[in-house]
Nanobody
Framework: VQLVESGGGLVQPGGSLRLSCAASGFTFSNYYMRWYRQAPGKERELVAGISSTGRSTNYADSVKDRFTIARDNAKNTVYLQMNSLKLEDTAVYYC?????????WGQGTQVTVSS
């Protein structure tokens, strides 16, 4: 089983990034997918989630109207489009897959928002 995040990097405030999480080794279309993030010295927090079919999404209040989660079950990939980035969005972003009691994590990708 693997979840491999990519797309992180350094961006200026107000900029955009798109994160990707490529899944393998399990039936991706059966899993609810989430993006979490963890900033230095803080607890990991939920950013966004998307149902197995992609019909239902939810977002943390702090990213609502700026971030969009999407998935492509044909490509076994979940995305996080991040717009209007703020300094406080700086964190390591993790992809999570869950189906009942079974869950998997990616290794994370660093997003740094700095001028």
């Amino acid at each position: 089983v693997q979840l491999v995040e990519s797309g992180g990097g350094l961006v200026q405030p107000g900029g955009s990034l798109r994160l990707s999480c490529a899944a393998s080794g399990f039936t991706f279309s059966n899993y609810y997918m989430r993006w979490y993030r963890q900033a230095p010295g803080k607890e990991r927090e939920l950013v966004a989630g998307i149902s197995s079919t992609g019909r239902s999404t939810n977002y943390a209040d702090s990213v609502k109207d700026r971030f969009t989660i999407a998935r492509d079950n044909a490509k076994n990939t979940v995305y996080l489009q991040m717009n209007s980035l703020k300094l406080e969005d700086t964190a390591v972003y993790y992809c999570n897959a869950r189906n009942g009691l079974t869950g998997y994590w990616g290794q994370g990708t660093q997003v740094t928002v700095s001028s």
